[in-house]
Each structure stands twice: as C-alpha cells, then as structure tokens.
C-alpha cells in the first residue's frame, strides 16, 4: 500500500531566498523542496515584504484573491495574496497588507518590532487558505518561531466552529527560544481573541501575552531543530522561564529534536560557482586552491604550514565571542590566520578592526556580510571556529564539514548533535570539541586542532571524514513526515 500523500503548508516571517534573516529561511526554504521530493504536496506561506515585489527575479505573481475579513469588533482587514514559487514548483503564498511589510527595504530589517503585523499575517493565512480555489485544506499546518505563535491559537479555536479544520494537525517549531514575541495583554482585544486566554495555563507570561507560548500549547506537537537543544530547553539555564511547560510537554510526548539539513544540492563544492575551484572528496585538489585564494584576497602570507581559521558569524555573545576576544592575542601567537566575516555588536566589530590593524598579516576582518564571500571561507579554510554559548541547531557548521573545512565548536544544542570529536587512534570522528564555556578551554581546543593539522596522516582522513558526513535535507524530512504522521494521530 502507497504511503498517504501529506497535504502540508509551511508558515514563517523569512524564506529563502526571498527574506533571510537567520538559519529559520534556510530551513523554510530547503525543507519543502525535500518534503516535494519524497512525493507530499507543499506549500509555503510568508509575508509579502516590499523587497520581493520589488525584485524582478522572483516573478511575482498576483492571484485572484483578495478579500476582508473582521479582525476585531473595531477593525476590518483587507487582504490579498500574491504567489512566486521555489524549488521544483512549490507555490509560495505571499500574504500581502496596504501598510504592513511595506517599509522592509533589506534583510535585516525584515522584522517588524511591533505585534501588530503578525498578528494580521497569522489570522490572514487562515483565512485565505480557506477560501483558495480549488479548495486546499492542509493536513499539516507547520508554524516557526513566535512570528507564527497566534496561528495554531487562530486554527484550534476555529477548528471547534469551522469542520474544515477539524482534522488539520498543528507542528510548531522553535527555532531559537530566546526571542519569544512578548507583547501588552492589550494585543489580545487587537487580535480578536477573547480575553479568558490570558492566563497561566493559556498566553499570559509573566503579565504579558507570549506569542511563542500560544504556539507551544495550542499545536499538536512540538519539535526544535537538534535533539539535544530540545533537552536544553527544559533547563533553567536555557529554558527563558519556559523551562516548566516544556518540561511538561516532554512529559507528554509532545516535543523531539530533528536536527536541520543543508541543500546538498546548492551547498556542493563540486559544482559551487562561487568558489575559485571545485572539488569534492574523492577529487580534493581544488581545496587547496580555494585556500590560496582565500589567503591572497584576504592579503595573508601564502603559508601552508598556518592553518586558515574562518568564521562566518553574527557577532554576538551567544556565537562565543566574548571567548574569542579573551584569547584573541594568544591566537595570533599560534600557527594559524583568522579569517572573519560578520556584523552585530559594535563592541566585537571594533575589536576585530583592531585586531586585524595589529596583526595584519595574522588576520582578517570582513565586518558586514556577503553571501559569495561566505562561500569562499567555508572552502578556503582548514578550520571553522563556533564556539557557541547556546545554539539550537546551527548551519555554519554543516556548511564547513560539506567543504572539506573543520568545526571546532562547543559542545552544545545541534553542535553537539553533529560534530564527533575526532579520536587519533581511530580516526572516527568530524571536528573537534569542548564541553565548559570557557576561554582556556576553547583555546586548548585551538591548539589540539592545530597539533593535528601539522600531522597530514591525521589531517586527511579527519578531512574525509568531513566531507562524508551527511546532513543533506533528506535525512531531516523523513523525520519531519514522522512528525507529522504522529501529530495527525493527536486530532
């Protein structure tokens, strides 16, 4: 008998490569493509910002379809949807607004700071999707991150009123529980939603409503992007004091880890034209040449016995920069050259500038972000540094071991689901690790790497090792429409 073909529509705030903000538009973007793939039927809902109506690339297409709707006893709401599509003809359903998403001009500023925006998006998928023609009800509706978190609230209180919900299962993914969507108890009369919801037991948070929260208790399951992060979570000291519900949906079953995949299909140096050579691992030359381009362009000496560290990174206390800075100088002591490429805080951006002006033939810093440039370090380097005080599931990392370029990280949410510490005796292993979040340790981590580095006997089977690692996104969807098969037995 054929396994059921899965009706599933993917809800978030960025997709690639429309509007990218973090790894949640990588994981958007790719895990449809790898869901169509295995046969289900998928479609992606995300705002429409003003960025890709403007880009002529994305072929953006209106569709007959607009409409209001009462989104409170004050306010009406006019809606209409536009289309482009990914992948191999997957429809992406660009919810549209006279004055939300206009002002989005670049990436980074996607994100609205005010609640009112999301609010409209959630209600208004709901209420386009019931009215697509030909009639499209999803078995599985898949929201990400607190910018979806009033959605599987929308769809469960409708689901009493409405038939054609009652049997669309609900999957909320968190994606970094840091940022939670923490708004006035007043956003509930602007939502429509009635007030009895605010209580401990519903969306009230600490005398706030938490979009996250509703997300949490109003879908059928619950699922984070690397298993241990799930563990993570129900802990005090990375819980962000939801540490108790999640501990109680562990407790029912209700929440796992699927570790997130990369587009082994974008993301392949055999075929990457945005690096100076290819190669793969049964053909490795051309590394060597993405390294000498790496150092000329980044104005280092061509030295082969410093190993090239890259990192490619927001430059925050949370990716572990404030233990790079500690051991910055005895870095630059070390066989090794620093390449960087990131923004964020002022403080780390200083830093490095000046750094890189002491130290100019040890290091180099990009400060800013450019796609290409991020390609060229992910081949050209030897090493991947991402010492990550917390990290749900991280993409650096996989991007590094798919190039031949070895992580060294902390040991800690999918970091430590996805780097095995490699053992010189046996050679099994891909990168390299460490567990206390401190400076000296991250430093003798450094310095075990380098040690291995200057040894081509051990070097090159960890290399190997890298490249035949595998978290291509096929992996991650046969899990996902796991996932989904259980939470349909959850109505």
């Known amino acids: 008998m054929a396994a059921k073909k899965l009706k599933i529509l993917i809800v978030a705030a960025e997709v690639a490569p429309f509007a990218k903000v973090g790894g949640l538009a990588d994981v958007a973007g790719a895990l449809p493509k790898a869901l169509q793939a295995m046969g289900h039927d998928v479609r992606v809902a995300m705002p429409c910002y003003k960025m890709i109506e403007d880009n002529p690339a994305y072929d953006v297409k209106d569709l007959p379809l607009e409409f209001t709707f009462q989104l409170n006893n004050d306010r009406t709401e006019q809606t209409y949807v536009r289309q482009t599509r990914i992948g191999d003809d997957i429809p992406v359903y660009l919810v549209a607004h006279k004055t939300f998403f206009k002002e989005a001009t670049e990436s980074k500023k996607v994100y609205s700071l005010q609640p009112e925006p999301y609010v409209f998006f959630d209600r208004a998928v709901m209420e386009f999707v019931s009215r697509l023609t030909p009639q499209w009800i999803p078995d599985i509706v898949h929201c990400n991150d607190w910018h979806t978190g009033l959605l599987p609230v ?74 241990t992060y799930s563990k993570e979570i129900q802990t005090p000291e990375y819980g962000c004091r939801l540490e108790g519900l999640l501990q109680y949906l562990a407790q029912q079953d209700k929440i796992s880890g699927i570790v997130n995949g990369i587009d082994y299909s974008e993301y392949d140096p ?165 567990a206390d979040y401190k400076a000296d340790t991250l430093l003798e981590t450094i310095e075990l790497a380098l040690r291995t580095f200057a040894d081509k006997e051990q070097w090159q089977p960890l290399v190997q090792n890298a490249m035949n690692s595998n978290f291509s996104w096929d992996n991650s969807a046969r899990k996902y429409v796991e996932l989904y098969k259980n939470a349909l037995k959850r109505i």
């Not at 209180?157 to 968190?174: H, M, Q, V, Y």
């Not at 919801?197 to 699922?223: A, P, R, W």
Request: charged share 20%; with cysteine; glycine share 8%.
């Open 154 to 227: 929308y769809l469960s209180l409708e689901s009493d009123k409405n038939p054609i919900w009652a049997n669309t299962a609900r999957i909320f993914t968190i994606h970094n529980l840091a940022y939670q969507g923490e708004f006035d108890w007043q956003i509930l009369s602007y939502a429509g939603l009635p007030e009895s919801l605010f209580t401990y037991d519903k969306l009230e948070f600490y005398g706030q409503v938490s979009f996250m929260k509703g997300g949490l208790i109003f879908s059928h399951l619950v699922n984070t992007v690397s298993q």
């Open 270 to 434: 055999a075929t990457d034209p945005r690096i100076p050579a290819n190669f793969s691992a049964e053909s490795p030359a051309g590394k060597s040449k993405c390294r000498t381009a790496l150092q000329k362009e980044c104005g280092l000496p061509l030295s082969k016995t410093s190993a090239v560290i890259g990192i490619v990174s927001r430059l925050a206390d949370q990716k572990g920069f404030d233990l790079i800075s500690h051991i910055a100088e005895k870095m630059m002591n070390l066989p090794l050259q620093l390449v960087i490429l990131g923004s964020g805080d002022p403080v780390y951006e200083t830093f490095f500038r000046d750094l890189e002006k002491r130290f100019p033939k040890k290091m180099k810093a990009h400060i800013g972000f450019d796609a290409d440039l991020a390609q060229r370090i992910y081949a050209g380097s030897d090493m991947f540094l991402m010492p990550s005080r917390f990290e749900p599931c991280g993409l650096g990392q996989l991007m590094s071991l798919r190039y031949g370029t070895i992580p060294i990280v902390r040991a800690t949410g999918g970091l430590a689901d996805t780097i095995m510490p490699f053992d010189l005796k046996t050679h099994r292993g891909n990168g390299f690790s460490f």
